[in-house]
Structure formats: structure tokens, C-alpha cells
């Protein structure tokens, strides 16, 4: 049983840090793509960055520049940092995983609960 659980969520002013964490349980890790998503309420989960198994890393134009993921294979664990952070970046936060070389919502199979991330101006 694939299992991803995230941490590192929580309450920040603009203009700071946080680290996200999502360990992965169950599934291969050094050949799987691991992705950020974020949703608010009544809007669609978007995509925010995903680092892939072949290397390499993606992001969304939103987030280029401020955010940055990596991933540590000995853990099974993905990490994304996060600076500068804005209001706007306030969200419901979700690690997923995904066999492919993508950045697709729907191509991702796996997903971890979410964690809150919000932003205060």
C-alpha cells in the first residue's frame, strides 16, 4: 500500500519560509516523479512544482524563482522550500506521486492528505 504523508505546514508572515516534507511509503521512490499541488477553497487543485525520477525539476510560473523542490532517495522523501512567501501562497498543500514524466493533476496516482499553509499580510 502507497503511502505519502506530509509535514511542514503552518502559519507564516509574507515575506518568510517553510519547508515542506512528504514521505513515501510502498512504492519505488528513485523511479517515481513526486509533485506539489495547492488548492483553495472553491477552486481547482493546481500544480506547483514536480521533480521527476529521470531528474530534472518544473514549475509553476507562480512559484519559479521562490520555490524550490528536491528529493532525497535514501529517505523516500520529497522536500519543497518555499521563500519569499505571499498571501496569495496561502493553501491546502499535497504531495503526490506518479510513474510518469508529468506535471498533469490527473496523471498522478498517489496523494498525500495535505497540510495548510497560510500566509499572513
Known amino acids: 500500500q502507497v503511502q505519502l504523508v506530509e509535514s511542514g505546514g503552518g502559519l507564516v508572515q509574507a515575506g518568510g519560509s517553510l519547508r515542506l516534507s512528504c514521505a513515501v511509503s510502498?512504492?519505488?521512490?528513485?523511479?517515481?516523479?513526486m509533485g506539489w499541488f495547492r488548492q483553495t477553497p472553491g477552486k481547482e487543485r493546481e500544480f506547483v512544482a514536480a521533480?521527476?525520477?529521470?531528474?530534472?525539476?518544473d514549475y509553476a510560473d507562480s512559484v519559479r524563482g521562490r520555490f524550490t523542490i528536491s528529493r532525497d532517495n535514501a529517505k523516500s522523501t520529497v522536500y519543497l522550500q518555499m521563500n519569499s512567501l505571499k498571501p496569495e501562497d496561502t493553501a491546502v498543500y499535497y504531495c503526490?506521486?506518479?510513474?510518469?514524466?508529468?506535471?498533469?493533476?490527473?496523471?498522478?496516482?498517489?496523494w498525500g492528505q495535505g497540510t495548510q499553509v497560510s500566509v499572513s499580510s
Open positions: 521533480i521527476y525520477w529521470t531528474g530534472g525539476a
Open positions: 503526490a506521486a506518479t510513474p510518469y514524466l508529468t506535471r498533469a493533476t490527473r496523471d498522478y496516482d498517489y
Open positions: 510502498g512504492r519505488t521512490f528513485s523511479s517515481t516523479t
